[in-house]
């Protein structure tokens, strides 16, 4: 039960000191909403839901590695910052990732939606 306080714990950091990660999280509800509108499948709600999390996950890795960082070695590093940039890269291919799969599920059916038979 500890190790799920702290995960919680962890998320309450993530959503209530990260942007990125509020903005993640909108996005999310949104394609839920759509998802429910445009009844996808149970294929489709894996390949979203998979995709989300791997999203938000890398956002909280993004963001343990930022406070680990700034902590060991708070003034300016180069080498500190690569190690920000790349783990900020790895939030954006999962981003662009996750979008790619909402394109593959979703703009067929807002297709049929907009321009049926």
């Known amino acids: 039960m500890k190790s799920f306080a702290h995960a919680f714990r962890g998320l309450a950091v993530l959503f ?3 942007r990125n ?8 509800v949104l394609v839920v909403v759509a ?8 294929g489709e709600w894996c390949a979203v839901g998979l995709a989300a999390g ?15 960082a700034d902590a060991v070695h708070p003034g300016r590093d ?3 910052g690569k190690a920000k940039d790349l783990a900020a890269g790895g939030v954006l291919l999962a981003a662009i990732a996750a979008a790619a799969v909402g394109a593959i599920v979703f703009a067929p059916k807002v297709l049929t939606w907009i321009a049926p038979n």
Do not use: D, K
């Open 35 to 42: 998802g429910v509108a445009l009844r996808i499948s149970a």
């Open 78 to 80: 180069p080498l500190v």
């Open 16 to 18: 209530g000191t990260q």
């Open 21 to 28: 990660a509020r903005i993640h999280a909108a996005a999310l």
């Open 54 to 68: 791997l999203v938000l996950a890398a956002e909280a890795l993004n963001t343990a590695l930022e406070f680990l």
